[in-house]
């Protein structure tokens, strides 16, 4: 009876056994992996870092060379013959559609056309067709923006270029990183 009993309890601690064996093979093979993992991708290796600062140097480098050119391809003033006085030429654009919007709390309408002037190269009214959508909507804005009572001050027609423009060169400014509009004009001016 004794006998049967020692045997009954070795058959028991045997599979406890191997079960502890078993996890602590696991264990070894997982470490084993890791290990050998991080001494192939040179993780043990000696770094560099001499070559690291190197490198980091030259591409600081080459970005404040990249601003550099940035800025050099800004558009330039178009300087005007002129004996006495250094004077720019004005280059003029016509939007092609009318502007038309409603006034602020009225039935009154106002349809204009807008041309736009500046000092600078043909990239300013390259920027302003690429973004003819976006400046039609910014006039519009400020165009719906203005009440019956404005109509009646003297230099509202000014008041009004003058918003329209500082909208339009904010757009260029956004999108292009440089506006270029001098003035805004009217070409047509019609309210009802």
């Known amino acids: 009876m004794a006998d049967e009993e020692i045997e009954v309890?070795?058959?028991?601690?045997?599979p406890l056994i191997k079960?502890?064996?078993i996890a602590l093979v696991a264990i070894l093979l997982l470490?084993?992996?890791?290990?050998g993992t991080m001494f192939v991708t040179g993780f043990f290796d000696k770094k560099d870092t001499h070559a690291a600062e190197q490198a980091l140097k030259t591409m600081e480098?080459?970005?404040a060379d990249?601003?550099?050119a940035a800025s050099d391809a800004?558009?330039?003033?178009?300087?005007?013959?002129?004996?006495?006085?250094?004077?720019?030429?004005n280059s003029y654009m016509e939007l092609e559609k009318p502007l038309v919007s409603n006034l602020t709390?009225?039935?009154?309408?106002i349809q204009l056309n807008l041309a736009i002037m500046t000092h600078y190269d043909e990239r300013v009214f390259k920027n302003a067709k690429k973004h003819e959508f976006a400046l039609r909507s910014v006039a519009l804005d400020v165009m719906r923006q203005m009440t019956e009572a404005d109509l009646g001050?003297?230099?509202f027609r000014k008041e009004l270029a003058s918003k329209i423009r500082e909208e339009m060169n904010s757009v260029l400014q956004k999108y292009e990183d440089f506006g270029g509009i001098e003035e805004v004009y009217f070409t047509s001016f019609v309210v009802q």
């Open 66 to 68: 990249s601003k550099a």
């Open 61 to 63: 480098e080459g970005a």
């Open 19 to 21: 079960i502890v064996v």
């Open 9 to 14: 309890e070795g058959k028991k601690k045997s």
């Open 153 to 155: 001050k003297p230099e």
């Open 105 to 109: 709390n009225t039935r009154k309408v």
């Open 74 to 89: 800004s558009p330039q003033k178009k300087a005007k013959e002129s004996p006495e006085l250094q004077r720019f030429e």
């Open 31 to 35: 470490a084993g992996t890791a290990v």
